[in-house]
Nanobody, 136 residues
Framework: QVQVVESGGGLVQAGGSLRLSCALS????????MTWFRQAPGKEREGILG?????????????SYADSVLGRFTISQDKAKNTLYLKMNNVNFDDSAVYYC????????????????????????WGKGTLVTISS
């Protein structure tokens, strides 16, 4: 059974930094396209549709970022540890959200806007999310 577990969320001051981690286990897929999505406060009722792509990375290391985080966030992966990371620098109030790690076993690359080719609909495995709150 595939498990996706995020960690690293918390309270951080505006302008500060944070690193999220996502541990993946129970999968035999060799090539995954991984995405960090986020869901802002107040959009919980929209469910998955309320989640926006932040950053994505395919099995070959190609990356994509949403315009809102370009230059501030960095996505990376350690395949030996089956772990995905999101380094967040110079955070601002708009970055407050629940951040979800997502695995797509079909998409072979990334698309513009911080998602894999199949986007939100291509995600087969979601984590439960980790909350990031930006304070003044």
């Amino acid at each position: 059974q595939v498990q996706v577990v995020e960690s690293g969320g918390g309270l951080v001051q505006a302008g500060g930094s944070l690193r999220l981690s996502c541990a993946l286990s129970g999968t035999t897929y060799r090539r995954l396209c991984m995405t960090w999505f986020r869901q802002a406060p107040g959009k919980e009722r929209e469910g998955i549709l309320g989640r926006e792509g932040v950053a994505a990375i395919d099995a070959d290391g190609r990356t994509s970022y949403a315009d809102s985080v370009l230059g501030r966030f960095t996505i990376s992966q350690d395949k030996a540890k089956n772990t995905l990371y999101l380094k967040m620098n110079n955070v601002n109030f708009d970055d407050s959200a629940v951040y979800y790690c997502a695995a797509d076993p079909v998409s072979r690359s990334v698309n513009r806007g911080g998602i894999c080719l199949r986007g939100r609909n291509g995600v087969d495995y979601w984590g439960k999310g980790t909350l990031v709150t930006i304070s003044s």
